[in-house]
């Protein structure tokens, strides 16, 4: 039917709430970051029952969320890039059995470059200093690293590699064959796949980070991954790193109609209204909404008219964490 | 309050129809093009009145609509293209005195290229060939020109010359200073501005063209030029050259609340609510919408998924039409 | 020592001419295509030899020459790209067994879209409408093709696929790594890689195209693809389509000092001279030259100030003599 | 002839070495930046008698030169944007009446971004926050700003506004008509025109930034801006800063030349050799290398293959330099 998808682990959790708050196989955790305005939340996915009533697989998901997240001010991107760095390193060194060998990390910028909404991920990686090629590797095979750039005295970091993949209208393929095929020969640790979401709170746009180590799933993400990216189908652990960027159109006219209807039960006149708003409520209010939204809806998306500005601050503040996280792995070897 | 805004003078007329569909002081023609599917629409504002009800300057609203202009059918943007040039053309001979001695025209892009669904109008200056550089114009002072290209033997078509001004967030100055400052250095006979619109319906997006002698008027455009661009305020005349390729994302919903509303007055129970529908209707129910309407739905907008592939069609269709138009003119001398 | 490196057979060819003009294990064809100012030449590397003599490969190297390829008429791009698709058709049919089943082909566009002459190979990709993704490939093992574009009733092309590598200082990775992992998930029966080269002749810089059966070697194209992507490293025949868009900046230079010596020793003065180049000739004239040229000549190139015009003409020329090749090879089965 | 252009007055200068040092009219000081390893030289040029020694307008020319800053240290940039901010303001100081009032400021960014090694002037104006859209001007008149940004209480800067004004080719236009619009149109107190320019020496490309009080000379830049754009034709002072980008491919040939003739000359065989070449030194030399130049190379430039990278990094120390300069003059209100 109609779409009213939302790629945030923490908004499915809050469609729950209604329902008292609890769901068996989740655990929720909930901090504020120390001094800035970030909000934490944890949502775990713990077993199979919970997988099945957030529809989404078992792991972690965190959510960073700032309203200031989309504003101008440069301070904050610190506070935020800061903050990301801190807790991908803990993401990494939760799903990479050792870093002690060092980490070789592939970056998977998913999107359209072309689109502003979905250019996320391809503008993390430009803003990316990728480093994979400077290395020689004879020390591979026993475990070491023999880097070039260490005999130059700089500081070591993790290699890092980088690919945009583009988007299927765009290369014919499926974005996972073509990472897959990246990861197969050249053989990372780990691969972070950047990507923009769709939510359903426009609240939520350009001002909330999703972190997960579920790797990408089909059908999340502005455009459509047929096929997911997993550490099942790649072979190595994949970790998301997601910002909502839209909302589906559909998912915005459900939202008001439903608002609409609770309020018109809700209503002074509510004895009456209410016995034919709860009539309708089981199938023929269903039934009412999917026939007034549009079909074209599944296929357009809401955005705000700043996107692109938004778009190149976020993805600045990405590029800044993962570098954050890279630091803080090496730092501890 | 909410925005519900087009920029399309049809859709404008649309919302009168159910109050009988006469319009004082506008005037209303329709056809089909012989041998394509492309449905042409005047809508002439001939006096204040009709300025007035429309909301619009007087002028002359031409609108082509085709299905099949977003389709991927390269044979279509054939027949677009067509009929634009001889629609410019004919809007070009109305508005200029004398296209005799050769027509200087300047083609401004509007919009924002980073943004996708605003990017039409810097596409097109770039799908263009200028020629005003190539031109010596030692003949001009009396009325003819003296091309160098004349001499070479080549084609002669009328002087273009194009630029993309900007968005205002991005030059710090208004759109319509940055144009009106390059007319007077340039002295062209006629200015085309190409701009994105927005639209009320989104089975309008990318699939219709409107042209208007009336030039671009504040608050027209996906993105916002405060001031307009007209023939009083640029000194030559001002034709425009739009597609919608948004639609608010306050439209959308406001649409569909409205069909739901007219839905559960027309209920076979709307005897009882009817009568509270009804009661509504003044004014408590346009409270009622406002209220569930967010107030960042204003800046807000819904675009297709696909706006780039159909971005890039219509601009090239667009340039290919502006070519026709002028070679047209230029035969006629 | 300096690099005075050409990616042309042709012009490998030419500097044996002074020595006779016949190479051991070299075949030379010349001719004119009919009705169209293209002059077709082929060189065959036959033999070890002839690889040894030219350092390139054993293979067949197709130039397509017109000084009007880099001229604004669109009129040529037509015949270029008719006569690109009749060349290229039969270079396929020649490397793959069968045709008869239907082909599935990548095109891999090298180069970094950045920088104008390196971006030809990511624009030729970008002017293609890939397919694969469109087609449902139930029949593939037992050799026969269901196309859903089939049972829709349009035109069956080859499978198409398409990717930009991207560069290694953008990526971290050999160009050849990330494309032999899409073609070990991907499959396709062939590659097309599209790259820009580097010529020593300037008059050949965006007249040209070279159309080869022995892939992308090791030094070839702008930018520095260390490992080559061959049929032996991709497992699949490899045919390279590419343009001169750049001449080391060191050629010219040689070149020119070259021409100088030459001069002077064919001077009315020559015999007292000539005596003293003849001399320097061996070994002290390169070494004198050598010391001549800067070393930072190594990185830098030489190209024409309006190479962004000629690239978009020329990546438009040779995407449709891909599709045309592709046609030709559809309407054969 | 052929063409051996330098924008840097600074190569100019060096030209005159040979010929004892003293040029009349031209006054040269030469010094250290205190803790980096910039080094600046003001080359003033003082009347008629040096402009036309100089082949330049009077004014002064400030070049900060420094090897390091083509590298990839994020330090430098620092100390590079840092200087350039010190000596921009200096000279907006110098140029501008009265900045105690508030200035206004138009930054225009020159040549293409389609081209790599031009694209340093739009890129910049990309890098800068504009805000002359944001202030209301109604104390104008009286000599006062009155900010919207004042009142909401943050840092109030001189008023920036920003234009890429493209190239003749895409625009038909001459830049200097284009940039002379805007002007007359918004009025503001200074043009900062950013530039890519042409030097002699390989070693200044994207090492060296000239900044100059005298506006931008026809034949000055990348591209060729026929007509200047100085305080004469936009009626406001006209400050350009600019970077080495290309090296026109002739000068790099003539260069090699003249080095291979003077050690012909030079040599141990020069009693013998030394004769010829004093013959052909006056006329027949030059007509010499002019035969060996090939005409082409007057369009050709020289260009680093990584000047993609560079001029990211010259863009945002420029766009940071630009920052620096206008809070200093702020904060000496």
Redesign the interface.
């Known amino acids: 039917m109609f779409e009213n998808r939302t790629d945030l682990a923490l908004e499915e959790r809050e469609s729950f709430e209604g329902d008292g708050g609890e769901i068996g196989g989740v655990a929720l955790r909930e901090w504020r970051c120390h001094g800035s305005s970030i909000r934490m939340t944890e949502v775990s996915i713990l077993n199979e029952k919970g997988a099945e009533s957030m529809g989404k697989p078992m792991g972690t998901y965190l959510t960073m969320e700032d309203p200031g997240l989309s504003e101008t001010e440069d301070a904050y991107c610190e506070a935020a890039a800061g903050e990301l760095g801190r807790q991908l390193a803990s993401l990494i060194r939760k799903n990479c059995a050792s870093t002690m060998a060092g980490l070789s990390i592939l970056v998977a910028g998913l999107g ?1 470059r ?3 909404p979905d250019s996320l991920g391809p503008r993390v ?2 803003g990316l200093s ?5 290395r020689t590797e004879p020390g591979r095979r026993n475990g070491t690293y023999l880097y070039t750039a260490e005999k130059a005295g700089r500081t070591v970091h993790p ?8 988007v ?7 974005t996972a ?2 990472v ?7 053989r990372p640790d780990l691969v972070i796949a950047v990507d923009a979401l769709a939510a359903r709170n ?2 939520r746009l350009a001002s909330t980070i999703q972190l997960t180590d579920t790797g990408i799933h089909p059908g999340s993400g ?2 459509n991954h047929r096929r997911g990216m997993t550490r099942e189908n790649l072979g190595v652990p994949v970790i998301a790193i997601g910002v909502p960027t839209v ?1 589906g ?1 559909a998912a ?2 459900h939202g ?2 439903n ?2 209807v609770r ?1 018109l039960t809700a ?1 002074k ?1 509510g004895s ?2 209410g016995e ?1 708003i709860r009539e309708l409520d089981s199938d023929s209010q269903y039934e ?2 999917r ?4 079909p ?2 599944g ?11 938004r778009i190149c601050k976020l993805s600045a503040a990405i590029a800044e964490g993962i570098r954050r996280a890279v630091e803080r792995l090496e730092e501890e070897r």
């Open positions: 359209n072309q689109v502003t990686v430009d990728m480093n994979r090629h400077l290699v890092l590699s980088g690919i945009h993949p583009g299927m209208a765009q290369t014919g393929m499926e064959e073509i897959r095929g990246v990861v197969r020969e050249s426009v609240h502005v455009g909302v159109a915005i006219v008001t109609v608002a609409l309020t209503s006149e009456r209204y034919y009412l909404i026939e007034l939204l549009e074209e809806f296929a357009m998306f809401v955005t705000p008219q700043d996107m692109d500005e």
